[in-house]
């Protein structure tokens, strides 16, 4: 395995070189503070993702939902979808679900493509099936540049003989769109050579990426 990590260390140095360090957690989490406090509905949402991960701040997690639903109520559509991922997340009922899809609901018809995929994955998960409206709202998630969208795609079309191909552009998109799952599938088909030609070295670089963005599994893969 060290000849597929050994030129992904060149990568990173050079990509050191030529990037500026992005800011820490802390400088965003004062930021949107900052931002929230003068108004700004989805800079209160991205506080409340702070609280929610306890990055630049302790995790707090009734902070958190308190600042979504502020920010949803204030008109955030940002805030919306992540109070339905709150529900979704909280112990199943009827209340929460119905919740949840109407907050994705309504946050997709506005054009958030995490909310579509989020619906798309809540109705798949209570059928048990992938119905065309579940495909409709991951391909819209997609189209918004949301990574699980084209990753929930993606699923749909390696569970179908003969459409790896198929999923591997799917795939491609989703870890494109920063959705580690995606880059880790696609990934694990560029070493296979499932949907495509065999590469290994383009395999651990999607290894890579899927680790960078926060994804145990991408890691662990370099890691053989």
Known sequence: MPRLVLPLVWILLAAAHTHAAPPSPKETFHQAESQCSRGDPDACALLGVHYQNGKGIAKDQEQAVKLFKESCEKGSQIGCTDLAAVYVSAPPSPQSIDRASALYTQACNAGVGRACSGLAYLLKAQSKTASQRVLSL??????????????????????KKGKEKEARSEYELSCKFGHGPGCILLGQLHVSGVGGSSNPKRGAELFYRACELGQPKGCGHLAR
């Open 138 to 159: 991951a391909r819209r998630g997609c189209k918004l540049k949301n990574g699980w969208g084209c990753y929930l795609v993606g699923t749909q079309f390696l569970e």
